[in-house]
Structure formats: C-alpha cells, structure tokens
C-alpha cells in the first residue's frame, strides 16, 4: 500500500509558451464549466432528479480540458470517457443539449432513454462512450484508419480509465494503432482507482505508460492536474500524429476525488490520499496561477464562478420542463 507525506510539497505549475492569456482564460472557463455541471448533477442526484450514475469528474478537469484543447476542433474527433465533461464544452456541445441528455428528456440525442453521457454527435466530432470499458478504443482506432484512408489529416484522441485499460480491446486497439502508424492519441486517465479497487491490486507495472515499449510507440506519464502540461504534451504527440508518425500513449496521472458514481460513498479510499490531491486540485491551482500572473482578478474570478452556476441553473430548469420519452421509446431501435 503506497504511503502519502501529506507535506510533500505541491510543484509549480508547467508555463506553455504556446499559449496566449486568452487561451488560458478559455482554459480556465472550460475547467470551471466542467466543474460547476458537476456541482449541479450532484446535486440532482440527491435530490432525486438526476437519474443512473452520476460520474463526478472532479479532478479531472486539467486532463479532459488540456487535451481536447490541444487538437483542431475544425478536423480532430473525441472519444471522451465517462469523467470527460470538460471535452465535451471544449468541443462545443451545447449546454441544454448535454442537461438533457443527463436529464434523460426528450429532444435529447439519446431521446431520454440515458442518463448520462452515452451520446455522439457527429457534427460536433464527438463519439462518446459506450459502457463497456475500452469498447470504443478499436472504433477509435478505426476511425483514424478510415480518415487516413481518405487523405484527411485527422486525429483521433480517446481516453480510458486505469481500470478499463486492463481491457483486451485497450491492447488490440493500441497494438492495430501502432503497427498501422495510426494518428490516435491514447490518454490512460489513472485517478487511482477503478471502481472500489486501488491501483496496486489493478497492474503490476511501475507506470502505465510503459506498457508503449511492447506496443512500439511512444509512451509517458504527466501530473493530469496541470492543465497547461497537458495540453503542451498532447499537442506534442497530435503534431506528431498528423505527421504520420503513428499513436502515443499519455497516462495521465490524477485522482477520483468522488466516489465511483454518487450512489458510493467511497468510503474505502484513505482520507489522507484524498487530502494529499485536494491540495493538488486542478482547478484551484490554476486559479491561483492566473490569479498570481494577473491574467484574471479574483473579482471577475467570482463573476465567472457564478455565471457559469447561472447558467447550468437556467439550463437544468430549461430541461426539467420537458417531457420524459413516452414507453414507446424504449422499443425503437430494437431489432429483435
Ligand atoms: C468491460 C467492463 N467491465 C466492467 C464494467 C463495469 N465498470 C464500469 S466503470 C468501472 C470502473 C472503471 O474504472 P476506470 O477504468 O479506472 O475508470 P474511472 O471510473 O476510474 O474513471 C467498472 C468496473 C464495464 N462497464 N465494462
Ligand atoms: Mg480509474
């Protein structure tokens, strides 16, 4: 069982010289949308609103937010894991659109019959995921193989869980990918557990990234709270990519700081590992960052805070008065 010195101190954040103070103001509105819809699902959830599971994403925002920002939203295409809300505003989805699908509402992509995000939209390049772990990984995989097929610079990035990268599909996706030099990007999101089980009962390798040296492509491991490193290193291995010069695999490392879903208390992980990565908190910390670099005032900090909660207030009361799918709905699409 791994031990945390709770006084380790907490790293400077990495400075992208890629970025602009505008792009760090996006960034940092992207984190805060990500984090405020957790905040209102979570709360739906306790009041009895929300239905299924509810994935808190909860310090996950730098890695979901970093990365996807790093690709072309003009060409490039997601294919985001269950704790990668902050993808889905960096590639535009709309807000009533997802509060409706979590919802489960009519006019919702997925018609009502989901609670949560199991929906794609081609037109935004977003394929979500299914449920079963790792399934997407060899549809991503495809996808980049067919855009290359025809002639189209795309690339593809896709994340899975610590967990769901155990998965036989993970290998068979990862291995098709480098053999064929494919342009996907593989993010392994390792927030320390899958479901109730920790890492050390989950892989015996030192890292996950390691496991590139058998597939024949490049491999690493970056702290998933700062957000800037992130979008730094996924831009890297995207260029990369573009280039014809296959997949990588980035794990990023982070920490689920919510149960499995809001039905689990979570009473199994340690408090002192959750109050060893509350400092790290990949929100604050670029808050603080920013605050100190006078790229945004703690004033228009505040603002920013509670116009997002406006606005997923405005948008949950949009979708609570629509109408839940009539029982029909459950049948269609079922062929047999
Ligand atoms: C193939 C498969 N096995 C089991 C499950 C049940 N399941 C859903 S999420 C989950 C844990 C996933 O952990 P991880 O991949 O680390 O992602 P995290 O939830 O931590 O982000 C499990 C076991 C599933 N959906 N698919
Ligand atoms: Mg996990």
Redesign the pocket.
Known sequence: MTTYNLDEPVPPLHVSEQLSDDDRLALLGYMIAAREFDNAMIRLYRQGRAFGGV?A?IG?EATAVGASYALDRTRDVIFP???DIGMHFVFGAPLDQLMLNFLARQGSQMRGTDGTGHYADPTLRIYGNI?????MMPVAAGYALAARMRNQEIVVLTT??????N?GEFHEAMNFAAVQKLPLIVII???????S?PREL?YACRQLSDRAIGYGCPGVTIDGTDVELVFDTVRQYVEQARQGNGPALIETVTM?MRG?AEHDDFRYVPRELLAYWDKRDPLRRYEAFLLERGVVTSDALEQLHAETARQMTAAIDRALEQPYPPPEEAFRNVFV
Do not use: K, P
Not at 131 to 135: E, F, I, K, Q, V
Not at 160 to 165: K, N
Not at 189 to 195: L, S, V
């Open positions: 994935y994403q996950n894991m269950h704790r449920s079963h772990l790792a399934a899975i869980g610590d967990g769901g990268s998965v999101e390792n927030n320390q557990y899958a479901y089980t989950e689920r499995h």
